[in-house]
């Protein structure tokens, strides 16, 4: 039996109930439960959650619905309709200690190889301003209690534990020989030269493209040419494929080589810096034909040379100057010249 929760932070109730009553995953109504809910057809059902999630105190990232799934993998022994009958008293006895108090609407779906329920839950209970939350540990504490209860209950669903202490200690030597089991199987096919797991491949891969890149972008390449995308989320590192299969480097042995490209990495940024801070001080300097060919460094360093280059811009320049004053002296003179003229002929 599994049990998953999703917390989401928009009030998406009609989206979600859209999703869950869909045609390809929804039979039958027959199985569903309505928990503190008035409302039985599906545009009440948005509004009535709707109006209960404009109690909530309003708060930045605060939740307003969750989107759980509780799951049992299917028997033979058992008939459908007595499998789905049994689930949905698993379900609300689930919703029961999960959210006694809260409005809750759950949808039977049987599309996969498993029978398993989608619930929309409020995250306040009916008519209350505040958020109902559990911590992870009353949350674990919940699902371990709900399984032993059905593996007690329900032995003909022939579930198996999922949690540690629920399990008995042949479940749990039998799930540790299997672990070690499929370690092992995997190494013995190297030793043949056989096919081994994708994890393998992808963990041999990986190991290559650590060893073999050079720099940031070389190794960029090498992951893109491999299908592989990196992805960091706080301490965890990883990949995931084209499949979209996600491996997390401890996972697969290799964090520990993930280290040293790191450091690897960073070595590489810090010479790349060292360099470009070198070059730009390099051309910062005056080289020695500039100072050999500008007059005023020159005169700045009392120095005196008859060979000297003139600066060819700094000529234009004065040429153009000189040109203008000599415009400006004829204009000037043009102009006394006329003034004086005017000045004789009043005077006749």
């Known amino acids: 039996m599994i049990i998953k929760s999703m917390s989401r932070k928009h009030p998406s109730f009609a989206q979600l109930i859209d999703y869950i009553e869909g045609e390809a995953k929804l039979k039958s109504r027959a199985f569903s439960i309505h928990h503190n809910t008035y409302s039985r057809d599906t545009e ?3 509004r009535e959650f709707e109006a ?3 109690h909530l105190r309003q708060r930045k990232n605060g ?16 008939t459908e309709d007595e499998q789905k009958t049994i689930l949905k008293a698993i379900t609300q006895s689930y919703i029961e200690a999960r959210c006694k108090r809260n409005l809750a609407y759950a949808v039977l779906h049987e599309d996969t190889h498993n029978f398993h329920f989608h619930i929309v ?13 559990l911590s992870k ?3 674990a504490d919940i699902q371990t209690r709900l399984e032993a209860w059905v593996l007690k209950e329900y032995p003909e669903l022939e579930q198996k534990a999922v949690f540690h202490k629920n399990q008995t200690q042949a479940e749990r030597s039998e799930r540790e020989a299997k672990r070690q089991h499929l370690s092992d199987k995997g190494e013995q096919m190297k030793r043949r030269g056989a096919k081994t797991d994708k994890r393998d491949q992808v963990q041999e891969r990986l190991t290559d493209i650590f060893e073999t890149a050079t720099d940031p972008r070389h190794f960029s390449d090498l992951m893109e040419k491999a299908g592989f995308a990196f992805y960091t989320r706080g301490k965890t590192h990883g990949i995931t494929d084209r499949e979209g299969n996600k491996y997390r ?10 280290q040293k490209l790191d450091e690897k990495m960073k070595s590489y940024f810090h010479s790349e810096k060292t360099k470009k801070s070198e070059n730009a001080h390099q051309e910062a300097k005056p080289t020695p034909e500039t100072a050999t060919t500008r007059p005023q460094d020159e005169a700045r360093d009392n120095r005196t040379t008859n060979t000297t280059e003139q600066d060819p811009i700094q000529t234009e320049a004065d040429k153009r100057l000189a040109e203008m004053k000599a415009i400006r002296a004829k204009r000037a003179a043009k102009q006394q010249e006329q003034a004086t003229a005017k000045k004789q002929d009043r005077e006749r």
């Open 137 to 139: 540990a009353q949350f």
């Open 249 to 258: 480097l401890a996972r697969l042995g290799l964090a520990e080589a993930w």
């Open 121 to 133: 839950m409020s995250a306040n209970e009916v008519g209350e301003e505040s958020r109902t939350r």
């Open 52 to 54: 209960n999630a404009r």
């Open 63 to 78: 939740v307003y619905l969750y989107h759980e799934v509780v799951s049992v993998s299917r028997t033979q022994h058992l």
């Open 44 to 46: 009440s059902l948005k």
